[in-house]
C-alpha cells in the first residue's frame, strides 16, 4: 500500500476562491468530481491531486486535523515518494505563498511535515 501526500487547509470557504488558489498551486485547473468524499481533481501527468472540501479525519498527537476544513491528496500514479514529495511541497508552498490559508503538510496521516500561518494568524495549530 502507498503512502500519499496530505495537505489540510483552513479556511475552506469561499469554495470558489479555495479552489481558484489550489488550481494556482496545481498549475492546471481543478475539475468537479461526482464522488463520495472526493470533490474536485486534477492530473499532473504523473500524479492526481484530490480536493476534499471536508473531512471526518480526527487528530492525532501533534496532528490537529480536525481544525482544518478541507483536504488535499497527492498521490503519484508510480508510486514515487520522492516525485510525489516534490510535488506535495510544491503545492504546499504555493498555497502558502498566498498567505490566506493555514496548512498542514503531512505523510500518510502519521507523519509532519510542515505548516504555514496566514498573515495575521499568530494562534491555530502551527507545529513547532
Not at 488550481?23 to 484530490?50: K, M, N, Q, R, Y
Request: proline share 5%; charged share 25%.
Amino acid at each position: 500500500m502507498s503512502a500519499y501526500h496530505e495537505i489540510f487547509i483552513h479556511p475552506g470557504r469561499p469554495v470558489e476562491r479555495l479552489i481558484s488558489d489550489i488550481s494556482f498551486a496545481c498549475g492546471v485547473p481543478l475539475e468537479t468530481v461526482e464522488g463520495e468524499h472526493i470533490t474536485h481533481a486534477a492530473g499532473l501527468g504523473f500524479a492526481a491531486v484530490e480536493v476534499e472540501l471536508s473531512h471526518e479525519y480526527e487528530g492525532v498527537p501533534g496532528l490537529p486535523f480536525e481544525s482544518y476544513d478541507s483536504l488535499i491528496t497527492v498521490r503519484d500514479y508510480g508510486s514515487d515518494p520522492d516525485r510525489q514529495a516534490a510535488a506535495a511541497r510544491g503545492i504546499f508552498e504555493s498555497l502558502a505563498s498566498l498567505r490566506r490559508y493555514r496548512l498542514l503538510l503531512v505523510l500518510d496521516l502519521q507523519q509532519f511535515i510542515d505548516s504555514a500561518e496566514p498573515e495575521g494568524d499568530t494562534g491555530g495549530a502551527h507545529m513547532s
